[in-house]
């Protein structure tokens, strides 16, 4: 059993100030909380899908909020690519792989910086959220994969 997060830390990963450090802490995060404070354009009834969702896997709980944002205007992934708050870069690579009418290049060239990121679990989320046009073979060869070297299509390890 991993220990409790301090209700300090649990405020800041809430309020999108931080990163989380470890799987915990992601999985600790509060969505709602976090979109009212991100997205405070958001409708009440809009928040109560999240709340609907709150026993959700985080998978599914992710790709809504996406959804969510792009609903009310603010789905371009730009706007939370470069948030502090790992969820939140999380929530841009599902709104990259959720663009209609973009190609799978395109689709990859903008997933790619955040295939990159600095924190374990939006690299995982550029995974994620290429796509649900993307078929995985494609990605494993692909530059775009945060495991293959740039323009050698060699595998790396990131450790």
């Not at 976090?34 to 709980?61: C, F, H, Y």
């Not at 990121?117 to 494609?138: I, K, L, M």
Request: glycine share 8%.
């Amino acid at each position: 059993m991993s220990p409790a997060i301090p209700a300090q830390r649990l405020h800041a990963l809430n309020t999108g100030r931080v990163p989380a450090t470890h799987l915990a802490e992601c999985l600790a995060v509060d969505f709602v909380a976090l979109l009212q404070v991100v997205a405070p354009v958001l409708a009440p009834e809009v928040l109560q899908r999240m709340r609907d969702a709150s026993g959700k896997g985080i998978t599914l709980r992710m790709a809504l909020a996406a959804q969510l944002l792009r609903e009310a205007g603010q789905g371009a992934p730009a706007l939370w690519q470069h948030h502090n708050s790992d969820t939140v870069r999380g929530w841009a690579c599902f709104l990259v792989g959720a663009s209609p009418d973009v190609s799978l290049q395109a689709r990859l060239d903008r997933i790619r910086p955040l295939g990159d990121d600095a924190q374990f679990g939006v690299r995982e989320w550029a995974r994620y959220g290429r796509g649900p046009r993307t078929h995985p073979s494609v990605c494993a060869v692909s530059p775009a994969n945060p495991c293959v070297r740039a323009g050698s299509g060699a595998p790396t390890s990131r450790r």
